[in-house]
């Protein structure tokens, strides 16, 4: 690819360029800075160009070849974009099912083009509304979600056969998968031909967003049965959205980003696989990966965050290919959603967010997300208005049919600044999972709580940064504005607790007590044995009408809780 | 942060850290938490999912001289009033600080139930520092 004469003579003229033509020009106007830093922390070249792919001995098949084949650096689809746009799926829930159903409504109206379901924490943490921990956290930062009526009430009026959905849920995933499945079944709608996604992501919640319950070893069980369960009954469905969102959200650097999301992508191989052994089957990779999904951050740094994506997927491939003998090039795809970055949201000067977040879109839409969700000016104040979350949206279709840059397939591939970015991000990632591979993978890294320490570090060098103006933030640390913000914020109706209960003692009190007890002993069982895939137990419990928090206490009893070793 | 180190009578100050209710996003607690311990104070990080009877009673075990709670999950209002609740209950007279997702208009409403100071996104640590300080100066008459 690279001809030694040309490249000789590529050296020399760059040699006389900086010489004759730079040189000069910085005595008269030197540059802003002494050194020009990515987030990462490489220092970068004034200028890149085939040099810097030569030097390297970059070969453009291998590294990235074409789009819809291996390594799939330049995206999972041939025809990307120009086919099928990402889906618009903004992630949103509140209140009660009631008040998140009117939402989801009115998303769809605007143009939203799938739903992801935001829970409040009870729910994400096995806990009823009626719990004392749960008082006062009903339907704050999601749907309240105790039981299968409430899932009934959200999709009221919604097509569930033609929408797909997409779940936070990891610690409660079976049984919020659960009264999605029963309800899409009372409607006539058999689950195999349900699309969407449960997050199941359980490792990421011990090293940073912790919302866990189990110990890390039952939990990983959990999710791996899901995994295994729905790789056999919903072909449609993502079974696991292994996320790196929320380590970048926590602190950690795009390369940490990416070795932490594929370390915990590794482990989950292993564990289906090994339990595979013991439920006969899966017995190959081929039979689960292609339902495995992923979940990044995409942050205002344009082209770093761009090689982030680019270098994740060929990282991927490779994992699949050659680490577990993929055969299937839908296995070896790194499919993934992404959300802009909630950090890099101010509470000063709130509208400029909508400026970064477009920045950030961009680089989502540049690096080949297949879902998007823009996150909304006013979030570092509250959760969004209507108006808000209505020009998040706006921003996703302004790229899509105004921008252009949807037109061809990765119009980035090939330059030279963002192949070589995407190499290096690739090579320090790669390092870090080799440390993690070095100590036994993800779940023995997190029990010695490094990964968690790794994130705490940079988030404080981070902010050290700030603190000193290193890192410039509008309205925060530069173009300083004394005002108060004033926008309208939603608040959530104080009456949903209230309601919500109600509506749990009369669902408690028409049930077949005799069936539910024995639904909930039969989960008991099945926790309680090593070689059983939870999942069928805990749909038929949800089947019987027990409730989240009664499935979730069973497992409470038989596991036991989780208490993570604080690091700071 | 500060090249002395604060000293109260013949101890550090001891401030007591937490993430008050279920609400996980612990990012701006830890750094809080790290850089107070940098600032030369004495720092118990009681982490994630922290109910307020249980934050007292820590409070009370380590004598702190101030609490730092941080919430981001919206139910500020809520938990924090149970908490104050609880240390006028006991008999607990320290300064409080709130930190997390706090809409101005709500600012107000925490001071009037005791909090002594709330630190909304993109509150410098220097300034953090300095209201930890301060806070506890207040409450014991003496300069740290």
């Known amino acids: ?568 | 942060m500060s090249a002395s180190t604060p000293r109260l009578g013949d101890r550090k100050p001891k401030v007591l850290v937490a993430k008050l209710g279920l609400d996980g996003h612990d990012r701006g607690a830890k750094i809080v938490a790290r850089a107070l311990k940098d600032a030369g104070f004495d720092v118990v990080y009681l982490g994630v999912h922290q109910t307020p009877e249980n934050v007292v009673k820590t409070a009370i075990e380590e004598d702190v001289d101030a609490i730092g709670v941080s919430i981001l999950s919206g139910s500020h209002i809520e938990l924090v009033s149970e908490l104050r609740k609880l240390m006028k209950e006991r008999g607990i007279d320290i300064p409080l600080i709130v930190g997390g997702i706090i809409p101005p208009s709500d600012t107000q409403l925490l001071k009037s139930m005791g909090v002594f100071e709330v630190c909304g996104p993109g509150t410098p640590l220097r300034k953090i520092i300095e209201i930890y300080k301060k806070a506890i100066e207040i409450r014991r008459g003496e300069k740290i």
């Open chain 1, 1 to 568: 690819m690279w001809d030694p004469s040309y490249i000789e003579k590529l050296k020399q003229k760059l040699a006389e360029w900086e010489k004759e033509v730079v040189e000069p020009i910085l005595k008269k106007l030197p540059e802003r800075k002494r050194e020009f830093l990515t987030e990462q922390g490489f220092s970068l070249k004034r200028l890149y160009t085939p040099l810097d792919l030569a030097e390297r001995n970059w070969d453009y098949l291998e590294k990235l070849s074409f789009p819809g084949e291996y390594p799939f650096t330049r995206g999972v689809y041939p025809t990307m974009y120009r086919g099928r746009p990402w889906t618009i799926r903004q992630y949103s829930g509140f209140g009660s099912a009631d008040d998140t159903n009117k939402r989801y409504h009115y998303l769809l109206k605007i143009g939203q083009t799938g739903l992801s379901m935001a829970f409040d924490l009870p729910t994400q943490l096995g806990l009823d509304p009626d719990h004392p921990l749960a008082y006062y956290e009903v339907g704050k930062v999601g749907v309240s979600m105790p039981c299968v009526k409430e899932m009934e009430i959200v999709f009221e009026g919604i097509p569930m056969d033609k929408i797909t959905t997409s779940m936070t849920i990891n610690a409660t995933a079976m049984e919020i998968l659960s009264m999605y499945i029963v309800v899409a079944e009372s409607k006539g709608i058999p689950r195999h031909v349900l699309g969407g996604t449960v997050q199941n992501d359980i490792l990421k919640e011990f090293i940073a967003r912790n919302n866990y319950i189990y110990p890390p070893n039952p939990s990983v069980r959990y999710a791996t049965d899901l995994i295994i369960w729905a790789a056999k009954e919903m072909p449609k469905w993502n079974s696991i959205s292994i996320s790196g969102y929320h380590f970048e959200e926590a602190g950690a650097t795009p390369a940490q980003e990416i070795a932490f999301t594929l370390a915990d992508g590794i482990e989950y191989v292993r564990w289906v696989l090994e339990r595979g052994k013991s439920q006969g089957w899966p017995e190959n990779v081929d039979q689960f990966a292609p339902r495995l999904s992923f979940f990044f951050s995409a942050r205002t740094n344009l082209f770093e965050q761009v090689a982030k994506f680019r270098a994740a997927r060929r990282m991927w491939a490779k994992i699949m290919k050659e680490r577990f003998g993929a055969k299937k090039p839908r296995s070896m795809m790194l499919r993934f959603h992404t959300q802009t970055a909630g950090v890099t949201l101010t509470a000063q000067q709130p509208l400029v967010n909508l400026i970064r977040t477009t920045i950030q879109a961009l680089a989502a839409v540049l690096g080949g997300t297949q879902s998007l969700h823009v996150n909304s000016y006013d979030e570092a104040l509250s959760l969004p208005t209507e108006e808000a979350v209505k020009l998040s949206i706006r921003v996703q279709q302004v790229i899509l049919y105004e921008s252009g840059v949807v037109d061809t397939v990765d119009p980035l591939g090939g330059s030279y600044y963002v192949e070589w970015l995407t190499d290096m991000l690739e090579e320090e990632a790669w390092k870090i999972i080799d440390q993690i591979e070095h100590v036994g993978g993800m779940l023995k890294a997190i029990e010695a709580g490094w990964p968690q320490a790794e994130i705490a570090r940079s988030a404080y060098e981070y902010q050290l940064k700030v603190e000193k103006g290193e890192i410039p933030i509008i309205g925060v640390n530069i173009f300083v504005e004394e005002e108060e913000p004033r926008i309208q914020m939603l608040k959530v109706d104080p009456k949903v607790r209230e309601r919500v209960i109600s509506r749990l003692k009369k669902f408690r009190e028409e049930r077949d007590r005799e069936a539910l007890k024995r639904a909930l002993d039969e989960v008991r069982r099945a926790a309680e044995k090593e070689d059983v895939n939870l999942m069928p137990y805990i749909l038929n419990a949800i089947k019987s009408r027990a409730t989240l928090g009664e499935v979730s206490s069973v497992l409470r009893e038989v596991w036991g809780e989780w208490r993570a070793p604080e690091v700071i």
